[in-house]
Every structure is written in structure tokens, then in C-alpha cells.
């Protein structure tokens, strides 16, 4: 008897099982799935129900690609959109009325393809979860999982069977008594007052300048070392920073002013506004009071840029791609919206690496410094990630990517041109000048017959100390 055609063969299974083993998500948004994986019979054991949400929503959709037909895989794809939309954390009406709408349409298909026995109860209450969403709000207010881990921990609690509920009693005042004397308790680490494993934090009310109260916390040991880049570092912080877009104005009105055409405005802008800058504040400086965040932004940055892997950024961490190779979450993926040919386009990348740029310090020993993400962005082309090149951004100093291999550069075309005709010379005058060349030739080797000629031994020496030595017309 044939299998259905929503079965997988053994090799599928194990292609499958291992897009599952190398998936990696961010820290803290999922457990790790690969301890649930079982080699000998090629099962996934153990899962919890988190873990069966985003098996669901975001692994089956991705990894089910190219090994189901079309069409079974397009329905299992819109069911695990479905419940990807009704468990985010915003929901909006028109979105939950058109999920109503299309929820039997999705349940239809599932009835073309799966047995009867497949469907239950459960699956006929997904059509009803979109008019509760409308009823209810968020789903994160409706369903059962606090309950259900509020009754473990309960459950844990019981020491006497005979008695389940005294137990249960007893525990619970104790736990609400030591819970209200470690509100009192301020030297003591508790939950009420431990810090959370991504720390961070935010200074905007301690500078005035906007780019030294980012709040990055760094994690790790830093490398230094003297970048190329420092200059385009620089402008592109400058070019971030709300306090001297004026000057950036008065710059650019200066230039105007000169004669400089439109098109070579922003590259004059972007190689010259730091010393404009610097000077212009330090001849502020001497005549009147400048805000010191300021001066010292215009100042510029240390000469030594210093290098972390590892930061947090509002309690989020990001890693770089170096990293992220051996941990078993990944951190090192960035997105952002820019402008791209005059409209505002997403852009997803990679960490690659994460500066520090130190600028002068506060009287009281405050650093003042600017966190920078150096990154390999790719550009989102009809909703695909386009991996042929990293898209470089005008304004921001991202890595040139990847070096292109052989068969990317060249065509798969003849080597010849088939779009025009080439030049048109007579056979006689081909015979006549191979005639010429031949009888000239000759000549030549008859002239230098008793001179040795070295230059196939020198280039085709491997000795290190014989020097290669190119004449100039091969130059």
C-alpha cells in the first residue's frame, strides 16, 4: 500500500531533523530544541508546549520547504501563520476579521489532505479563537499556561498524599510570609530586587548630547587597535547626532556658498565637516561658554578604537557572527529601516563587530563614549533576502562583504559577441601579414643565435632567492 503524500521518507526525516539541530533563535526567546532530538529513532521527545508554539509558527513553515508538494506545504504554512498572528502581542481588528475569513478556508484544505482522524474538537476551535481574540484582546490575557504553572508549583508543594489541601494551605502561607519579609530585606538578594541576566540601562538625562546616552552595557574583554575607518566612524556619528545637525547646515550652507555643485555636496560634507567642526568649536570655545558634551564631541574620538563581541542594548544582547559559531543561540542578526533611492525599505544583516569609540572624559571621571555596530547588511528584494551581496549603505561604513567567487563574475555566455559584427579583414591580407611576421622572425633568431637567452629559466625558476625579472614588454 503506497504512503500518503503528507508523509516524509527517511532521508526527508533526516534532512528535516537536522535543519532542526542547526536552528538557532535569540537568547531567551526559545529553549534548546536539540536536547529533545533523538538520533536512533529519528523522533523529537520531550518538547514542552512553548516549544510546540514555535515548532508551529516559525521552524515547520522554514524547515518543511522544498520536501512536501505545493500545496500541502502552502496549507501547513497559512495554519502556522494563523496562530503566529493571533499570538502576537499587538492584534489588530482588521487583521483578526480577516483571519476569521480565512481560517475555514485553511481548515478545508487540511480536510483534503490529512485523514479524518486527524480532526477533533481542538482543531475545529481554532474558527472560534479570532472572535474571542475580538472579544478578549491579546490572547497573552486568555489562555491557560499561568494557570496551569501556578497549579506545578502548587502541586510541588504536597508532602502529605492523606492530606493534599493542608499541604497546599501550609505551603502557601509560607511562601506569603517570606515573601512579605523579603520586601524589608534591602542587603539581601531576592527576586523582588535582583537584576535581570541582560542588564541595561539608559543616561539621556546625564548628557546633553543624545549619542552619549545610549546606554549600551559592554560585555567581555575589548581588543584595541587603530582603525582605517576611524574618519568615516566619526561623520557617522556626527551625521547621527541631533545637537550638530545646525552646524552640519551652516557647513553645507558654506559650501553653496563657494560654488560647490548638489552632487559632490554630500561627499565634500562627509570628508570635511569634522575639521570644520573642531575648529569652528574651539574658536567658539574661546570666545564665549560651550556646552562641554558638545566640545568634546567635536573634538573627535580616540585614535585607539576598542573591539567587545558581546553588549546589551534595553535589555536585548547582541553578539557578533564570531561569537555566535559557538553557542547554541544566535544574537548576531540586526534589522533596521533606511532610506534606499528616495523610500524607506527594511535592511537585515549580520554583526560583524562592535566599537566603542571613547571620546574625552567629564571632570568627574564620566566616560563619554558612542557604541557602533559595523555590520553586513542585505537588501530585502519582493520579500527575499537577497544573499548575493551585501547591499553598502551611503552613509554607513559597513563591511564590502564577501569576495565574489569565479562563476559569479563571469556569465554563462559564448565568449564572443553575438550582439554586433567585429572587424572585417581580406584572407590575402591575413596571408600577407603572417608572411611578414614569419620571415621577421627569422631574422631576429639569426641575429641573437650566440646569445643565451635567461628569461624562460628565470621565470620558470622556483628557487626564492632567484629574482623574477619582466621585461617591459611584458610590462
Known amino acids: 500500500m503506497p504512503k500518503a503524500r503528507y508523509t516524509l521518507s527517511k532521508s526527508k526525516k533526516i534532512e528535516f531533523c537536522n535543519f532542526l539541530k542547526e536552528a ?15 538520533a536512533d529513532s529519528i523522533k523529537w521527545q520531550g518538547l514542552k508546549t512553548h516549544d510546540c508554539h514555535i515548532l508551529l509558527q516559525r521552524i515547520i513553515p522554514a524547515g518543511l520547504r522544498g520536501l512536501l508538494d505545493d500545496d500541502i506545504y502552502q496549507t501547513i504554512a497559512e495554519f502556522g501563520k494563523f496562530f503566529k498572528e493571533l499570538c502576537s502581542q499587538k ?26 482522524a486527524f480532526f477533533d474538537v481542538m482543531v475545529h476551535l481554532a474558527v472560534h479563537l479570532p472572535d474571542a481574540a475580538i472579544l478578549r484582546g491579546p490572547v497573552q490575557f486568555g489562555w491557560m499556561y499561568p494557570v496551569e504553572r501556578r497549579l506545578y508549583t502548587l502541586k510541588r508543594s504536597v508532602r502529605n498524599k492523606a492530606r493534599p489541601e493542608g499541604s497546599i494551605a501550609e505551603a502557601y502561607v509560607a511562601d506569603e510570609a517570606l515573601t512579605f519579609c523579603s520586601r524589608y530585606m534591602d542587603d539581601v538578594e531576592t527576586r523582588f530586587n535582583r537584576l535581570p541576566r541582560n542588564v541595561g540601562f539608559s543616561d539621556e538625562s546625564a548628557y546633553t548630547v543624545g549619542v552619549f546616552g545610549h546606554g549600551v552595557n559592554l560585555i567581555g574583554a575589548c581588543d584595541l587597535s587603530y582603525s582605517e575607518e576611524l574618519d568615516k566612524l566619526a561623520w557617522y ?66 585614535l585607539r578604537v576598542r573591539s567587545y563581541s558581546t553588549c546589551v542594548v534595553n535589555g536585548v544582547q547582541y553578539c557578533t557572527v564570531e561569537r555566535d559559531k559557538n553557542k547554541k543561540t544566535q544574537n548576531s542578526g540586526v534589522a533596521c529601516a533606511g532610506a534606499y533611492r528616495s523610500e524607506i525599505i527594511d535592511f537585515y544583516g549580520t554583526l560583524k563587530e562592535i566599537i566603542e569609540l571613547q571620546y574625552n ?23 527575499v533576502i537577497s544573499t548575493a551581496a551585501p547591499y553598502q549603505e551611503h552613509s554607513c561604513f559597513v563591511d564590502t562583504g564577501r569576495r565574489p567567487e569565479v562563476f559569479e563574475i563571469l556569465p554563462d555566455m559564448p565568449l564572443n559577441r553575438v550582439d554586433e559584427d567585429g572587424l572585417l579583414v581580406d584572407v590575402a591580407e591575413v596571408a600577407r601579414l603572417t608572411k611578414e611576421n614569419q620571415s621577421k622572425t627569422i631574422t631576429e633568431d639569426e641575429e641573437n643565435d650566440e646569445v643565451d637567452d635567461d628569461t624562460l629559466m628565470e621565470y620558470c625558476s622556483e628557487e626564492e632567492d632567484v629574482p623574477v625579472e619582466v621585461d617591459s614588454d611584458d610590462e
Open 91 to 116: 492584534l489588530n481588528k482588521d487583521v483578526l476579521a480577516r483571519m476569521k475569513t480565512e481560517i475555514p478556508i485553511i481548515l478545508c484544505k487540511l480536510e483534503k489532505i490529512f485523514p479524518p
Open 24 to 38: 538557532k533563535f535569540p537568547d531567551g526567546y526559545a529553549s534548546n530544541i536539540q536536547r529533545c532530538f533523538n
Open 361 to 383: 572624559a567629564k571632570n568627574d571621571g564620566t566616560k563619554r563614549y558612542v557604541v557602533v555596530f559595523i555590520c553586513d547588511w542585505y537588501k530585502l528584494d519582493d520579500g
Open 237 to 302: 556619528v556626527l551625521h547621527n547626532c541631533d545637537q550638530a545637525q545646525k552646524y552640519i547646515k551652516m557647513f553645507e550652507d558654506e559650501l553653496t556658498a563657494t560654488g560647490v555643485a548638489g552632487a559632490y555636496l554630500d561627499r565634500r560634507t562627509e570628508h570635511g565637516f569634522g575639521s570644520w567642526f573642531r575648529n569652528y568649536m574651539w574658536k567658539l570655545n574661546a570666545s564665549e561658554e560651550v556646552d562641554d558634551d558638545l566640545f568634546a564631541l567635536a573634538c573627535g574620538p580616540d
